[in-house]
Each structure stands twice: as C-alpha cells, then as structure tokens.
C-alpha cells in the first residue's frame, strides 16, 4: 500500500516566520503533487513536481522533489495570514485513476 | 472556465430523506470524482467515473448512489444516511490520462448535515 506521511501535523506561527511542511514516503511516485484548502473551500493545486531533485518557486512558496522521488517538501518564507490553510500532499496511486493523499498538514499564521 | 460547480452549497436531511448533490464542468474532463473530506482530515475517494463509466467505487455504502448523465454533469444520490455521513462532500475532475490520475480540479463543495 502506498502511503504519503506528512509532517507536521499542525503548525501555528507568527507572521513573517519560516517553516517547512514534509511529505515523505517508502514508494516511488512518478509525480507529486501540492494542495492547499482554505476553510469551506475545495483544494486548490499549488504545483505538480515530476522531476527527482526538481526545485519548483511560486512567490514565497518553494517546492523540492527528493532525487529518489520519494519525498517532498514545501518551505514558505515570511508566511502570511493568508497562508493559513490545510496543505495536502497527493501523488498518483499505483493501480487506478486515482490519487493517494497524505494526512495534510494544518497551518495557522497568526498576525 | 476552470471551474466545477457544486450545488447545493449546505444541506441538512434527516435519516429518512432522499437527496441529490449536483456536480458540473466544462473544461472538457473526461475523469470525474466524489470524495468525502471530515474536518482537518484530507478527503477520501468514493467514486470514479472515466468517460461517464464507473471505473472506482471505494467499497462505498450503497445508500450512497453515484450517477454521471453526461461528461459535465456528475450526481450523487443519497438515501437513508447515518449522522456519521456528515461530511463535505468534494467533486472534483481531471483530464483521464491512461488510467493515471492527472492534477484535479476541485469544487467548493457540499457541507452535508445528517440529523
């Protein structure tokens, strides 16, 4: 079975701090993707990373595929309130047209 | 259009009623999805349709009924739901792409009350 683990499970900070989410896994994925959900919405996607080592940049949002395609990671800088959201890690399952997503990581950034 | 609209926005129903959740697109998604997300939890997949056919039913209850008319519309049908049914109901779709799921697009969802 293929699992995402994601870490933290939840994170509050101040605004203008650091921090990095984590989405580990023992499998191979040929792509991986990021979603952020705000509250009483859908998720939206971020980026999808298909490269091993790839290094993706959206504004204060930087994005990293493990070399193996193993892992990911997402690293935001001078975090805002209007980060404050549900972070989900998603890759393609291996059998079927569906995704497997982690266990999300919630964020709160506090003004 | 990028976008999937989902309808009704909130419903509340009792254990006895029968209900209907309305799902629509038309940016040409040929992959159609419903899940159910529990707050702070990440959703979890119900159905799949790929060109308007069933490939994916998560071992869903059967008092959870999905439908797809055509390939813009998706319908999920509920009857004689438990309160633990509460829940966001998601729809979502995607280009099929060989049977890999490619990235989704998501409605804002359905905040379903059982009572």
């Known amino acids: 079975t293929q699992l995402l683990e994601q870490s933290p499970q939840f994170l509050s900070i101040q605004e203008g701090e650091n921090l990095t989410v984590y989405c580990n896994s023992s499998?191979?994925?040929?792509?991986l993707q990021w979603y952020r959900q705000e509250p009483g919405e859908g998720p939206v996607l971020l980026v999808t990373?298909?490269?091993?080592?790839e290094v993706k940049k959206l504004k204060r949002l930087t994005f990293q595929f493990g070399d193996a395609r193993k892992d990911s990671s997402l690293h935001i800088t001078a975090a805002q309130p209007g980060d404050t959201g549900l972070y989900l890690c998603a890759a393609p399952a291996e059998y079927g047209n569906k995704l497997v997503f982690g266990a999300g990581t919630i964020l709160r950034v506090k003004s | 259009d990028t976008e999937v609209t989902q309808t009704p926005k909130h419903l509340v129903m009792g254990m006895t009623n029968k209900k209907s959740l309305k799902c629509e697109q038309h940016m040409g998604h040929r992959a159609m999805y419903w899940y159910k997300q529990k707050a702070k939890k990440p959703p979890e997949l119900m159905f799949v349709?790929?060109?308007?056919?069933?490939?994916i039913n998560e071992s869903v209850p059967s008092r959870f009924s999905p439908e797809c008319p055509n390939s813009s519309l998706l319908n999920l049908h509920l009857h004689a739901l438990q309160p633990e049914d509460s829940a966001l109901y998601l729809c979502?779709?995607?280009?099929?792409?060989?049977?890999?799921?490619?990235?989704?697009?998501f409605g804002s969802g359905t905040q379903l009350s059982v009572l």
């Open positions: 499998s191979v994925f040929s792509s």
């Open positions: 979502a779709s995607s280009q099929a792409r060989q049977g890999r799921s490619g990235k989704l697009f």
């Open positions: 349709y790929s060109y308007e056919k069933l490939s």
């Open positions: 990373v298909v490269t091993g080592g």
